[in-house]
């Protein structure tokens, strides 16, 4: 069989399987991407890190098929970032995430579906696809990298990038049951990332698998002279100490039974393993919400200044005079939820009244930090929740139960534990940690900064009790291929 071929029912298997689910905005191989020249035969089928023997040893290779989160550029797929504003907009160019994937031999095969510019906790925020939960489609995949995860979940691609600013890689990873890490501000460059909250976000990882997720992080991070605030993590990623002593939050943190069930589990099979679980209190919790948007909305409103209509993007029929135009493709094409966020960013910067709010929020974020500093002081990680409940319904879902629902405000508020590492700029990765009422758990391991390859050592400690799941209605590459090809 051809590389073409192969690559065509490839690209089938994920048409057909993603039917219902709609993880993907865009499902396409791109001729003259430049992971065409690297790969070789079929990228599905070649296992991660695998090189032919002899000497001098390759560079690293990551011979995957890759999913993109449709905030981050790659060149002549859409970039739409779930927006009406960008719905017809065809990138250029490749983020340099990757464009460094792409050169080990990843393969992108398509553009997965998120809250408009990122904004969202369920990948409902968008007009331009709907995704579901894999496990049960009444219930939200989570967001705002919802089709990033739930397209992992359902075996459609082994990994697929995100992007993270208050919990949009590990909130989804969470609600579909796959590993999803936000690394370490800055480690990976934002170059070809569509700007939401410059100073919170950083692209990441969702997989099926830690081992892949660690490749596929080590292979992307580094410095970048398109971003100038990236950098090259520590060789030894900041401590070669193995960990031993594990955090853990007590008290009422507000979580719904099964999800506080789920952590105590966690916590036991990680004592089980021989870790140390120390108790640790976090007093700035309660303030990471409001300090988180009222960041990401000063710095959306000034982002997303530059969607005019003029250069490219959303153009409307008719405009008497430029103010007009501007006017009119604004609130023609941005949704409500974006158009909140930017009303509330330009509330909390306007003159004379910054102190007030701005200046606030950033001396909490100050206090955020130094309080994580005297507790990685005395433990190595933190074991936290993810978000207080499992994946709840889906809006348009009537058969879903009413108790579970989470209004807009509630998701928000709920944002606290995932917050708390963009406001440090800390690394969190979520780790499936088993099922409840037929929906995934996960948790989150936040470290120190630069920790990354310990958070990776002890996910790969927990997943020998707590492996993976995958959906019943997913079905894996070679087992579709297996069987006919889905006739
Ligand atoms: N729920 C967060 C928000 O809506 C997630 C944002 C993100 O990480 N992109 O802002």
Redesign the pocket.
């Known amino acids: 069989m051809t590389d073409t071929e192969s690559l065509e029912e490839y690209l089938a298997f994920i048409r057909h399987q993603d039917r219902e689910t709609g993880s993907f905005l865009e499902i396409a191989v791109r001729p003259g991407a430049a992971g065409a020249a690297g790969a070789t035969g079929d990228p599905a089928e070649h296992p991660a890190g695998e090189s032919p023997e002899g000497s001098p040893p390759p560079p690293p290779r990551l011979p995957l098929p890759l999913a993109v989160k449709d905030n981050i550029a790659v060149r002549g797929y859409r970039l739409t970032c779930g927006s009406s504003m960008l719905e017809n907009l065809v990138s250029p160019y490749t983020a340099t995430a990757v464009e460094r994937l792409e050169r080990a031999g990843a393969r992108v095969v398509g553009k997965t579906n998120l809250d408009e510019f990122?904004?969202?906790?369920a990948t409902e925020n968008t007009p331009l696809g709907r995704t579901v939960n894999p496990w049960n489609h009444d219930f939200v995949a989570g967001?705002?990298s919802g089709g990033s995860a739930a397209a992992v979940a359902q075996q459609l691609v082994p990994v697929a990038l995100g992007?993270?600013?208050?919990?949009?890689i590990r909130q989804p990873a969470a609600f579909c049951g796959v590993y999803g890490l936000k690394p370490t501000y800055g480690t990976v460059s934002r170059y070809g990332l569509v700007a939401?909250a410059s100073s919170l976000?950083v692209i990441g990882v969702l997989g099926a698998d830690i081992g892949t997720v660690a490749r596929t992080y080590r292979l992307m991070s580094g410095v970048d002279g398109m971003d100038h605030s990236s950098v090259d993590p520590p060789p030894d990623g900041g401590s070669p100490d193995p960990v031993r002593t594990v955090g853990v939050l007590r008290g009422d943190l507000g979580l719904t039974p099964e999800v506080a069930r789920n952590y105590a589990e966690t916590e036991q099979v990680l004592q089980a393993r021989g870790y140390r679980i120390k108790p640790v209190e976090l007093t700035t919790l309660e303030y990471v919400v409001p300090a988180y948007y009222t960041i990401?909305t000063a710095e959306a409103s000034a982002n997303l200044a530059r969607y005019n209509g003029v250069r490219y993007g959303y153009r409307p029929d008719y405009a008497e005079n430029p103010e007009e135009l501007v006017r009119k493709a604004r609130s023609e094409a941005f949704g409500r939820e974006v158009k909140l966020r930017i009303l509330l960013g330009t509330y909390v910067l306007r003159s004379g009244f910054q102190d007030q709010y701005y200046t606030q929020a950033q001396k909490i974020r100050t206090l955020i930090r130094r309080e994580l500093e005297q507790i990685y002081r005395e433990v190595d990680v933190i074991l936290m929740p993810v978000f207080p409940t499992q994946a709840f319904p889906r809006a348009d879902a009537e058969g879903a139960p009413a108790f579970a629902r989470l209004d807009e405000f509630q998701q928000k508020v709920a944002?606290r534990f995932t917050c708390t590492a963009n406001l440090a700029a800390l690394p969190a990765l979520t780790v499936p940690t088993g099922l409840a009422r037929g929906l995934p758990l996960g948790m989150q391991l936040m470290g120190p900064a630069f920790s990354e390859e310990r958070l990776f050592a002890v996910a790969e400690d927990l997943a020998r009790e707590m492996p993976i799941q995958f959906p019943r209605s997913s079905i894996s590459w070679p087992e579709w291929r297996a069987a006919g090809g889905g006739s």
């Open positions: 990122g904004m969202g906790s967001g705002s992007s993270d600013t208050g919990g949009s939401y976000e990401a944002d």
